[in-house]
């Protein structure tokens, strides 16, 4: 755990004498789903919400995203006949980051994650539904993978947005929050925003909701916690500058994890659209510019994006067939991608080396052993350690190929936060009225990109949004009953 840090901007402002002309009860930081989430809970607890975002329309790296979440014990799961629940969800997360998370955290957001997906579906109609696409891999011990009927972060946040405006949740954009206002116990009193236009407001609260994600366009912050990054491409949302962090250090509170990110391999270069990493699940193989593999796609997503980057020429290309083509055309960044012209087809192998610039002899040999293993012709173990035999034998000619490069997606450190997202100090205690949730708390991934369970900034951002709306409902209902009297 790291403690606080003295040197960081975003200050805190005192709040003795400060008069607030606007007040609320909960404010939230931040417009993607955390704040969003976090939001909907605090409306549907009574209290009157504002979500501040500092963007024209709320979007965040939630509408980049594919809207993947997961979540155990859902409806939707048992619809399928699926039988999962926190503690086997909690486990799969303690053996993935090899027991460096915190293991009562992970499970007490792990048992939350379904009822958080049936309470969005059920009371506030966001379309989310299992996708058995995904199954039971990468860390998944259980089909768990939830997403709207597009597959994009474009409709989810829509969903939300909708379902917030349905609930009475006022949503002020072209908002950038700036200062914090802060009593000498670090109760936070209020905060200040500007507009592009250079005006300020403030607005006062009894409770706060930092729900401004991580930090992954700060060059400076990620040079410091994950410098093997520094250098690398940051394909996340450009307003995710640390704010919400920076501020929770400045109040004394505990981070961890700083060192944590989840980074892909499955940018399609030079387009920059995400390409559906089934492609590669469901047989297809990733190769450098030499035409040889370099690690097992099948395992690690997230540390692909570190491996990606480390082959010559930071560029890897991505190879499948007609079969693995055409089951991920119903996939919008897939038609995407194809219409940018990123996805090539060719008609033999030879072609296909001309195409991705590859040495021909070496890339026959990569695709004759691939195949090779998928039939059960060669029966020795793959060096680099991928179980090819549950996959469908590739079956090109016609082969298809983008070329793809590495890079950062989102931080995974963060404000350390209890079971109710409240914000702790290194010791253990609670700030008073602060909340944290999705990028800008401490994810459940463990140190490094190595132990990020597919889907986990969503199932963070919901879940801990969801604990974080109710909680500060629930603490501030004293303050309110007050003001009322
Ligand atoms: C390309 C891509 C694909 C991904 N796919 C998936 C996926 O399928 N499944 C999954 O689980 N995760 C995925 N992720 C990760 C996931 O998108 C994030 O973990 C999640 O969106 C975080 O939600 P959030 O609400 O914390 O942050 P965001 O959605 O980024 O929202 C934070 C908001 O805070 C605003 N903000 C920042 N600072 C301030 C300030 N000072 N004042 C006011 N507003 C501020 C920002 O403008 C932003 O709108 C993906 C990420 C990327 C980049």
């Known amino acids: 755990m790291q403690a606080f840090l003295s040197e960081n901007p975003m200050p805190i402002r005192p709040a003795k004498g400060k008069k607030f002309e606007t007040h609320v009860r909960v404010v939230v930081v931040g417009g993607g789903a955390a704040g969003l989430t976090a939001a909907l809970a605090a409306r549907d607890g009574g209290a009157d919400v504002i979500v501040l975002e500092r963007d024209h329309t709320p979007r965040g790296s939630t509408s980049m995203s594919q809207g993947n979440i997961c979540a155990a014990g859902t409806k939707s ?42 309470w969005l579906v059920e009371k506030h109609a966001i379309p989310l539904a299992l996708d058995t696409d995904w199954g039971a891999r990468l860390g998944h011990s259980r089909s768990r993978i939830h997403a709207v009927p597009s597959k994009t972060g474009t409709e989810l946040i829509n969903a939300l947005v909708n379902a917030c405006e349905r609930a009475g949740v006022d949503i002020v954009t072209d908002a950038r929050v700036v200062d914090l206002y802060a009593d000498a116990e670090q109760r936070i009193k209020g905060v200040r925003f500007v507009r592009p236009d250079g ?29 093997e990054m520094a250098d690398a491409l940051y394909h996340g949302h450009e307003g995710n500058e640390g704010d919400g962090i920076q501020w929770g250090m400045n109040l004394g509170a505990a981070v961890a994890d700083m060192t944590a990110f989840q980074g892909l391999g499955a940018l399609a270069d030079p387009h920059r659209v995400l390409i559906h990493y089934n492609l ?21 997503i997230s540390g692909m994006g570190r491996r990606v980057t480390a082959q010559p020429r930071h560029v890897a290309w991505f190879i499948y067939d007609k079969k693995r083509h055409d089951f991920c055309t119903k996939y919008v960044e897939y038609q995407e991608a194809m219409d940018v012209g990123a996805i090539r087809e060719a008609k033999s192998t030879a072609e296909l080396a001309r195409i991705a610039k590859l040495p021909v002899d070496v890339l026959r040999r990569t695709l004759s052993d691939v195949v090779g293993r998928q039939t059960g012709k060669i029966k020795t173990k793959d060096p680099l350690g991928r179980d090819f035999r549950q996959d469908d034998p590739l079956e090109g000619p016609p082969w298809y190929t983008v070329r793809v490069c590495g890079a950062l997606f989102h931080t995974q450190g963060g404000l350390v936060i209890d079971e109710h997202a409240q914000v702790c100090r290194p010791d253990g205690a609670r700030l008073p009225n602060l909340f944290a949730a999705g990028g800008t708390a401490r994810s459940t991934s463990g140190p490094s990109d190595w132990g990020y369970i597919p889907a986990a900034g969503l199932f963070t951002a919901t879940t801990q949004g969801r604990l974080a709306g109710e909680a500060a409902t629930r603490l501030t209902r004293s303050s309110a009953a007050r003001a009322a009297e």
Request: proline share 2%; charged share 25%.
């Open 280 to 300: 590669v699940l469901q047989g297809g193989i990733i190769v450098n510019v030499k035409g040889k593999r370099f690690a097992d796609e099948s395992k690690d």
């Open 77 to 118: 799961q048992r619809d399928y006949g699926v039988k999962d629940s926190g503690a086997i969800f909690a486990a799969d997360i303690m053996a993935l980051t090899k027991g460096q998370t915190d293991a009562r955290l992970a499970r007490a957001f792990a048992d939350a994650s379904g009822p958080t997906i049936d």
């Open 199 to 227: 005006s300020a407001d403030d607005v006062g609260c009894d409770a706060l909701i930092l729900a401004c994600c991580g930090f992954g366009a700060n060059r400076a912050m990620v040079k410091k916690y994950i410098p």
